[in-house]
């Protein structure tokens, strides 16, 4: 099970901090990442880390503003992002991949619910 929170409103050039508590899986076999949506897109990975943590993923859109830090002793994720635009706008998901690839929505197995980020200008 994967629980996302901290979304909200925010105005441009601000930042938000999300978490993703993971239970039932251990990250010690899956890479757990963060997917966005937004109205009327497909499904982008826009950050991930290896079961490993040594491999990261952004995708370029985010690169140089967003991190994806990781607790293991809590089993807790976060994106944690700046300088947010309004093309960052989008449900975000965190989901957890039993994969050696972890850039695409198609890796991942386990999802959670999503929490909304909207980003006003």
């Known amino acids: 099970q994967l629980q996302a929170s901290g979304g909200g409103l925010v105005q441009t050039g601000g930042s938000l901090r999300l978490s993703c508590v993971v239970s039932?899986?251990?990250?010690?076999?899956?890479?757990i990442g963060w997917v966005r949506q937004a109205p009327g897109k497909e499904r982008e990975v826009v950050s991930s880390i290896s079961r490993s943590g040594y491999g990261i993923y952004y995708t370029d859109s985010v690169k140089g503003r967003f991190t994806i830090p990781r607790d293991t002793t809590k089993n807790t994720m976060y994106l944690h992002m700046n300088n947010l635009k309004t093309e960052d706008t989008a449900i975000y998901f965190c989901a957890a991949a039993y994969s050696r690839t972890y850039d695409r929505s198609a890796d991942y197995t386990y999802w959670g619910q999503g929490t909304l980020v909207t980003v006003s200008s």
């Open positions: 039932g899986i251990s990250l010690d076999y899956y890479a």
